[in-house]
């Protein structure tokens, strides 16, 4: 079954940046939504951000509005999410996977998206 892959996590001081990236691991398939989702030790998944494959209109949480940005380059069907200004409290695991179909109510609900990735570890330390 198709699942995403992706990369560019690490270990970055607080106020500095790295860019995620997520491919899917079968080069011709496609969607609707590609989302960004990240989980800290103890707690739930939350929503990051997520781009519409049809139109690029993007979609972001209150927390990393003006920081982050959601971007897709159609071509190679990759999505990256840039962070800058990192804060030790976006410490977590990102991961990115896909609606299939679009409603605006599914698009920050991680149980709405499939085709996960395993996740790729971003620490930020203070």
């Known amino acids: 079954q198709v699942h995403m892959v992706e990369s560019g996590g690490g270990l970055v001081q607080a106020g500095g940046s790295l860019r995620l990236s997520c491919v899917p691991s079968e080069p011709s398939f496609s969607g609707h939504v590609t989302g960004w989702f990240r989980q800290a030790p103890g707690k739930e998944r939350e929503f990051v951000a997520a781009i519409r494959w049809s139109g690029g209109i993007t979609y972001y949480a209150d927390s990393v509005k003006g920081r982050f940005t959601i971007s897709m380059d159609n071509a190679k069907n990759t999505v990256w999410l840039r962070m800058n200004s990192l804060e030790p409290e976006d410490t977590g695991v990102y991961y990115c996977?896909?609606?299939?179909?679009?409603?605006?109510?599914?698009?920050?609900?991680?149980?709405?998206?499939?085709?996960w990735g395993q996740g790729t570890q971003v620490t930020v330390s203070s």
């Open positions: 996977a896909v609606l299939t179909y679009f409603t605006l109510l599914a698009v920050t609900v991680p149980e709405s998206y499939e085709h």
